[in-house]
T-cell receptor, first 111, second 114 residues
Framework: QQQVKQSPQSLIVQKGGISIINCAYE??????FPWYQQFPGKGPALLIA?????SEKKEGRFTISFNKSAKQFSLHIMDSQPGDSATYFC??????????FGKGTRLHILP | DAMVIQNPRYQVTQFGKPVTLSCSQT?????MYWYQQKSSQAPKLLFH???????NEADTPDNFQSRRPNTSFCFLDIRSPGLGDTAMYLC?????????????FGQGTRLTVV
C-alpha cells in the first residue's frame, strides 16, 4: 500500500516531442504528489507537484495530470529538449509523513 | 545559496572502517532524511527524523546509525562499511505540514568502499 509504481523504466523521445511518464498508487491517504528530476551526480530536485484536489497543474512545458478515482498521475513534458534528459521520479506522501519514491524513469531526448 | 549541504562530496573508505557523513541545512526544516541511492536505482529511505524523533526503516541494516544533535545538523554513521554500501548518500529536508511539502535534497556524498 505504500508503493508508488512508475513506468516506463526508460524512455527515448525525439526533440520536440511529448514525454509521458506514468505513476500509480494504492494508498488513498497520500495527499501530495511531487515529481523530481535528477541529473547524473546530483541530488533530486523538485520539478512540479500536485495535490489531489486538482486534476491538472501546468508549469511551463511540464504538466501533471491527476486522476484521483484511478489513483494515477502522470508527467507530460511538452516540446522535449535534450536538456530534459535526466532521471525522473514520481513520489507521494501523506501529511506529516515520509516521501515514497517511484523507481524512476530514465529519459533520453534525441537531438 | 546552498540550503542542504552535504560533506564530503566524495568519500573513499576501507572495508570495515567506520565512516561518518554529514548534512547541514539552513532552512530550519523539522524533518531530515537519509537516503541511499545505488547506481540507476531510486533513492531508498534509510531513516528520518521528525524533530528529534528518530524513525528507522524496517529494512535498514543495523550497520547504519544516525545522529541529529540539533535542527541544523544530521549525521550518518556507517559502523562497518561493506562493499555493498558503495552508493550515493542523499540528505533531504522538509517542513512537515498538512498537505505535504517539498523535500530539498543535498548534492549527495558518493561513498566508495574498497
Amino acid at each position: 500500500q505504500q508503493q508508488v509504481k512508475q513506468s516506463p523504466q526508460s524512455l527515448i523521445v525525439q526533440k520536440g516531442g511529448i514525454s509521458i511518464i506514468n505513476c500509480a498508487y494504492e494508498n488513498t491517504a497520500f495527499d501530495y504528489f511531487p515529481w523530481y528530476q535528477q541529473f547524473p551526480g546530483k541530488g533530486p530536485a523538485l520539478l512540479i507537484a500536485i495535490r489531489p484536489d486538482v486534476s491538472e497543474k501546468k508549469e511551463g512545458r511540464f504538466t501533471i495530470s491527476f486522476n484521483k478515482s484511478a489513483k494515477q498521475f502522470s508527467l507530460h513534458i511538452m516540446d522535449s529538449q535534450p536538456g530534459d534528459s535526466a532521471t525522473y521520479f514520481c513520489a507521494a506522501s501523506m501529511s506529516w509523513d515520509k516521501i515514497i519514491f517511484g523507481k524512476g524513469t530514465r529519459l533520453h531526448i534525441l537531438p | 545559496d546552498a540550503m542542504v549541504i552535504q560533506n564530503p562530496r566524495y568519500q573513499v573508505t576501507q572495508f570495515g572502517k567506520p565512516v561518518t557523513l554529514s548534512c547541514s541545512q539552513t532552512l530550519n526544516h523539522n524533518v531530515m532524511y537519509w537516503y541511499q541511492q545505488k547506481s540507476s536505482q531510486a533513492p531508498k529511505l534509510l531513516f528520518h527524523y521528525y524533530d528529534k524523533d528518530f524513525n528507522n526503516e524496517a529494512d535498514t541494516p543495523d550497520n547504519f546509525q544516525s545522529r541529529r544533535p540539533n535542527t541544523s545538523f544530521c549525521f550518518l554513521d556507517i559502523r562497518s562499511p561493506g562493499l555493498g554500501d558503495t552508493a550515493m548518500y542523499l540528505c533531504a529536508t522538509s517542513r512537515a505540514a498538512p498537505g505535504g511539502t517539498e523535500a530539498f535534497f543535498g548534492q549527495g556524498t558518493r561513498l566508495t568502499v574498497v
